[in-house]
């Protein structure tokens, strides 16, 4: 079974709008953080957001918020007032356990930002 | 700070040739990751080193791959001979520990003719 699952292979927002990114995961520890990455056409992968299983507040970072619903096992990512400099991919990352232990990711999902 | 560093940048072969790619972590992190990203692809771990010690290696292909990282610092990681299907790009990344992100490298471009 896939850990990290994005099911939006593109999306598509005008600027200035917000848009949110789907990402589901799936893991039987109690103790894990999820990771969002952007992407660019550049090719380096830029950390953007992070989220421990045990906040309790959604993180937020700027115009990037997530969206975690530990029950559903989801962490979206959010973008408001989307920018051009936004089009990017867009990768879902968790790291599983208290211990040193790998990042898995998911496909990705490319967004489109459009003035 | 500098960042990871990878090289070379790109990287084109014929097939059955050998290939090795160099990664420089930031200095201070233990943790340091190499990943396969196929074109239209998430990272896929080969290897996680934690200083020198190969602590996950479970996905990468050792009859033609393998990976050094002397003394906890630098990485190389090698392919012989390369074939077709690696053609794909390289990422290097390192990270302070357990807990915290992990940084990537710009990645190396290999193409397998």
């Known amino acids: 079974a896939q850990k990290i699952t994005q099911t939006q292979p593109g999306m598509f927002v005008q600027e200035k709008e917000a848009v949110t990114l789907d990402c589901t995961y799936d893991?039987?520890?109690?103790?894990?953080?999820l990771f969002w990455y952007k992407q660019p056409s550049s090719g380096e992968m830029i950390f953007l957001i992070y989220?421990?299983?045990?906040?309790?507040q959604n993180a937020t970072e700027g115009r990037y918020s997530l969206n975690f619903q530990k029950a559903r096992k989801s962490a979206n990512l959010v973008i408001s007032a989307s920018q051009l400099g936004d089009s990017a991919m867009y990768f879902c990352a968790m790291r599983e356990g208290t211990g040193y232990s790998t990042l898995t990711f998911g496909k990705g999902t490319m967004l489109l930002v459009s003035p | 700070e500098a960042g990871v560093v990878q090289s070379p940048r790109y990287k084109i072969i014929e097939k059955k040739q050998p290939v090795a790619f160099w990664c420089n972590p930031i200095s201070g992190h233990n943790t340091l990751y190499w990943y396969l990203q196929n074109l239209g692809q998430g990272p896929e771990l080969l290897i996680r080193y934690e200083n020198e010690e190969a602590v996950d290696d479970s996905q990468l292909p050792k009859d033609r791959f393998s990976a050094e990282r002397l003394k906890g610092v630098d990485s190389t990681l090698k392919i012989q001979p390369a074939e077709l299907g690696d053609s794909a790009v390289y990422l290097c990344?390192?990270?302070?520990?357990?807990?915290?992100?992990?940084?990537f490298g710009q990645g190396t471009r290999l193409t397998v003719v």
């Open positions: 990344a390192s990270s302070p520990g357990t807990g915290f992100e992990a940084f």
């Open positions: 893991t039987s520890d109690q103790s894990y953080g």
């Open positions: 989220q421990g299983s045990y906040d309790e």
